[in-house]
Nanobody, 111 residues
Framework: VQVVESGGGLVQPGGSLRLSCAAS????????MSWYRQAPGKERELVAS????????NYADSVKGRFTISRDNAKNTVYLQMNSLKPEDTAVYYC?????WGQGTQVTVSS
């Protein structure tokens, strides 16, 4: 099983990033996929999730209207489009599918 995030980096406040998560080794299309984040000294929190059937989405209040989660079942990939980024979005972002986690990708929002 592999869950691999990419797309993190340093961005200025107000900027955008798109994270990708490529998964293999399990039936991707059958499971809800989620993005979590963990900032230094804080607990890991759910950012967004998308269901396997119908693609219903759910977002943390702190990112509603700014982040969009999507998935491409043909590519076994889930995305997180992040717009209007704020310094408080700085964290390591993790992808989760079923019980499997990726290694995380760092997002830093700073001028």
């Amino acid at each position: 099983v592999q869950v691999v995030e990419s797309g993190g980096g340093l961005v200025q406040p107000g900027g955008s990033l798109r994270l990708s998560c490529a998964a293999s080794g399990f039936t991707f299309r059958s499971y809800t996929m989620s993005w979590y984040r963990q900032a230094p000294g804080k607990e890991r929190e759910l950012v967004a999730s998308i269901t396997s059937v119908g693609g219903s989405t759910n977002y943390a209040d702190s990112v509603k209207g700014r982040f969009t989660i999507s998935r491409d079942n043909a590519k076994n990939t889930v995305y997180l489009q992040m717009n209007s980024l704020k310094p408080e979005d700085t964290a390591v972002y993790y992808c989760k599918g079923y019980v499997y986690w990726g290694q995380g990708t760092q997002v830093t929002v700073s001028s």
